[in-house]
């Protein structure tokens, strides 16, 4: 025990961190494929608003369109199947620079930056903005995703500034 240094310890946590996301994003993966029909119903609610109470003077954003509502899951599905694979990627380029120099360990981060990116973009822009803002999910009982977005990016854009600190050297 006496030979893990500080250094080592921040990098082994570093790679935790990132790998937690992928394995969230593995997850959320086969729950989307395994329960497509319920996740689609519930998307496709979200967009023609059918559930939306009050704030009438904003139901022209409704989008009814079955086909539209699968190419929006789609487009979801498909940035989390790429979060999932930048972040797993840089959990494994990590683990094969972890005693290397500096240097080599903060170019190891290109992908875990990138699916840590692109993972807020899927919550932050998909859901959040989107979902929430302009389709107006808060506004509904049933299809309310803000909380869950939002306690998503709560813990991905604080690891993602915390593995690009320059503090694993």
Known sequence: MSNITTACTIRRSKILIVLMVGIFGLTTLVNNFTDYTSYYEYIGQILSMSTTEGNESRRYRAVTSGLFHHRFYWMIITLETIYTVFCLLGVYQLCRKMNASRKEFKVAK??????????????????????????????????????????????????????????DN
């Open 110 to 167: 290109k992908f875990a930056v990138l699916g840590l990116i692109t993972a807020i973009v899927v919550y932050y822009f998909m859901y959040v903005i989107i979902l929430s803002e302009w389709f107006d999910v808060e506004y509904s009982a049933q299809s309310n995703a803000f909380d869950w977005a939002r306690s998503n990016i709560e813990y991905m854009f604080p690891a993602l500034i915390y593995l690009t600190l320059d503090n």
